[in-house]
């Protein structure tokens, strides 16, 4: 499952292997460095242009994979959907709408903190294991898909981006927002 997940992920999240600025930033193989330069300067990297594929594997396992708990997710569609907004859009917003799904299911509502803990497995195995499967992965794809436009809504009011750009990113993110098990 993991392979299948982070080869789909790195289409849209970087194998290039080449240095590019984004807002002013210096991303190589989908890691921005100067956002994650203490995990990079840990491992004995300190620019952008030192990535190497090695680390971005190691990175993309220790900073995303292992954290959230992507083996724990028994259903690879929701596994990859979690792992790519995580990826994408940070951990702890891909776990608080992954939280806020589970909750449709409850009756007695988990936390909504962005920690994937024991309780928010628990409460995702049981919808998991319930006949809500297939009713969770698709709710969580359309919750995933609605912060989106939320972000390019306030891309639009800073006005630091054209239209072009946020119709691009619109078009990206709505690619991602799908199911792989097929």
Same mark, same amino acid.
């Not at 930033?25 to 203490?38: A, F, V």
């Not at 300190?46 to 396992?61: C, R």
């Given at each position: 499952?993991?392979?299948?997940? #982070?080869?789909?992920?790195?289409?849209?999240?970087?194998?290039?292997?080449?240095?590019?600025?984004?807002?002013?930033? #210096? #991303?190589?193989?989908?890691?921005?460095?100067?956002?994650?330069?203490?995990?990079?300067?840990?491992?004995?990297? +300190?620019?952008?242009?030192?990535?190497?594929?090695?680390?971005?594997?190691? +990175?993309?396992?220790?900073?995303?994979? #292992?954290?959230?708990?992507?083996?724990?997710?028994?259903?690879?569609?929701?596994?990859?959907?979690?792992?790519?907004?995580?990826?994408?859009?940070?951990?702890?917003?891909?776990?608080?709408?992954?939280?806020?799904?589970?909750?449709?299911?409850?009756?007695?509502?988990?936390?909504?903190?962005?920690?994937?803990?024991?309780?928010?497995?628990?409460?995702? &195995?049981?919808?998991?294991?319930?006949?809500?499967?297939?009713?969770?992965?698709?709710?969580?794809?359309?919750?995933?898909?609605?912060?989106?436009?939320?972000?390019?809504?306030?891309?639009?009011?800073?006005? &630091?981006?054209?239209?072009?750009?946020?119709?691009?990113?619109?078009?990206?993110? &709505?690619?991602?927002?799908?199911?792989?098990?097929?």
């Amino acid at each position: 499952m993991k392979g299948k997940i #982070t080869s789909v992920v790195n289409r849209s999240e970087g194998l290039k292997n080449r240095v590019y600025k984004k807002d002013g930033k #210096t #991303t190589k193989y989908g890691i921005c460095y100067e956002i994650h330069k203490r995990w990079l300067n840990n491992h004995g990297i +300190f620019s952008a242009q030192e990535i190497t594929l090695e680390i971005k594997k190691l +990175f993309d396992n220790e900073v995303f994979y #292992t954290p959230m708990k992507i083996d724990s997710i028994k259903d690879i569609d929701l596994a990859y959907n979690v792992y790519d907004m995580g990826y994408n859009s940070g951990k702890s917003t891909a776990i608080e709408i992954l939280q806020e799904c589970i909750n449709l299911f409850l009756d007695k509502e988990i936390d909504v903190d962005g920690g994937i803990g024991k309780f928010t497995l628990e409460a995702l &195995n049981s919808v998991l294991e319930s006949n809500s499967k297939k009713s969770l992965v698709l709710i969580y794809i359309k919750a995933r898909k609605a912060k989106y436009i939320d972000i390019l809504q306030e891309y639009r009011e800073s006005k &630091n981006y054209t239209d072009k750009h946020l119709m691009n990113c619109l078009i990206s993110w &709505n690619r991602r927002c799908r199911r792989i098990s097929q």
